[in-house]
C-alpha cells in the first residue's frame, strides 16, 4: 500500500514523540489506518537535533516553507507554536492542498475561523486533537461521541502546569511564588510561564471546546481569563475547611442570554470526581442533556501523551483524505452553515456562587451589615464560616459562600462593603461551581 506522507514543521517534545510512536507503533497504526502513515521530511531550525531523532533518514531542512509546498507532502503536522510563523505556515500549506494536524491552541483560538473557512475553501481537514487536554481525546468525544446532545456546559482541569502548583499549594501550605519556582525547578513551568498561570492557555482551550461543543465561531477575545497568581494559601485553607478545593477550570456554558467562557480559579466540592485531579493531569467534565455528566482523565502534556493526539489526527485522516469533503466531520462539530453567532456573555452577567473573604473588626453589628448588603442585591448566603481571633486580636476573617448569582450583583455588594469602616482592606472573591 502507497504510504500517506507526511511533513512535520517542528521536532521538539512533542515532534520527537510523534516520530517514536509512530516508529513503535507503525504495524499496529497502519492496521488502523489502511496504509502506512511516513513521516518523510522534517523542518526544525535545529538540524543536529532533527538528525538525532529522526537518525537521519528522512528529509531534514531548516526552510518550513520547502515542505509545505513539497508537493509530494499529503499532511503538514505543526508543532511551532504561536501565531507568528506558524499561522503563516498553516495557511501556505492549506493553500497548497494540504490536510493540517496542529497541537497549537493559540493560533486556532485567536485565528481559527480565518484559518478553517481557508481550509473549507480548499476542501482539506484541520485536525487538532493535540491542542486541547494533550493526550485525552476530548476533540472526539465532543465532536464525534457526544453528536446526539445539546451539550449544557463543559468545566475543564485544562493545564497541567497550575493544576500541579495549586496541589502543591494545598499539600504543603505554602505560597503561589515559592510553588512556581519549584514547578520551574522541576520543568513542568516553562522559564517563561505567563500563559500557564495567568490563564491564558487554558482560555484557549476552553474557546477551542466551546466552539466545538456549541457550534459557535472561535472568540477567545471575548473569553474571562483570571489566573492564579493572585490566590491566597489562606483561600485555599479556608476552602477546604468548608469541604472545597480550588481549581483553575475552563468554563464553557450554554444560557438562554448567550454563552459564557471563562478562565478562573474555583472552588468545587472536594466530593467531586474533578475536584480530585491532583498534580499535572487534566480532567474534562461535559454535561450533555441526554448522556448526562461524562468526565474525560488524562494527561495534557508531554512527548507521547500529546504524540498520542497528533497521531490519532494523522490516522484520521488519512483514513477520510479520498473522502468526498462533505462528507467529512467539520472542522467545528457543526456544518459550516450552521455555525451560529451567539453573544458571548462579558463578566458581570455571569451567573455563578461566589466565596467571599472579608477582614473585619470584630465587634457588634459587623456581620448584620454586611448580610443586610448582600440581601439588598438579592444574594443569598450558603454557609459562613468566621475564624476565632486570636487572643488580644481585634480583627478577624469571615468567609461567605453564596447561592447562585449574577457577578454584577456580587460587584456591586462589594464595592459597598469594602466601603463599611468596619471592614478593612479589600474583599478576595472567588467564583464557586457546584458541577
Ligand atoms: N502548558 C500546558 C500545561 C501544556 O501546562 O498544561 C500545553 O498546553
Redesign the pocket.
Known sequence: MKPINVGLLGIGTVGGGTFTVLKRNEEEITRRAGRPIRITAVADKNLELARSVTGGDVRLTDDAFSVVTDPEIDIVVELIGGYGIAKELVLKAIENGKHVVT?N?ALLAVHGNEIFAAAQKKGVMVAFEA?VA?GIPIIKALREGLSANRIQWIAGI???????ILSEMRDKGLPFAEVLKEAQRLG???ADPT??IEGV??A??ATLMASIAFGVPVQFDKAYVEGITKLEAADIKYAEQLGYRIKLLGIARRRPQGIELRVHPTLIPEKRLIANVEG?M?AVLVQGDAVGATLYYGK??GAEP?ASAVIADLVDVTRLHTADPEHRVPHLAFQPDQIAEVRVLPIEEVETSYYLRLRVLDKPGVLADITRILADQSISIDAMLQREPEEGESQTDIIILTHLTIEGNVDTAIAKIESLDSVTGQVTRLRLENL
Open positions: 497541537a491552541k491542542a494533550g485544562i493545564n497541567g502546569t497550575t493544576n500541579f513542568y513551568a516553562e500563559f500557564d492557555d487554558a484557549h482551550k499535572a487534566n495534557g502534556a500529546t
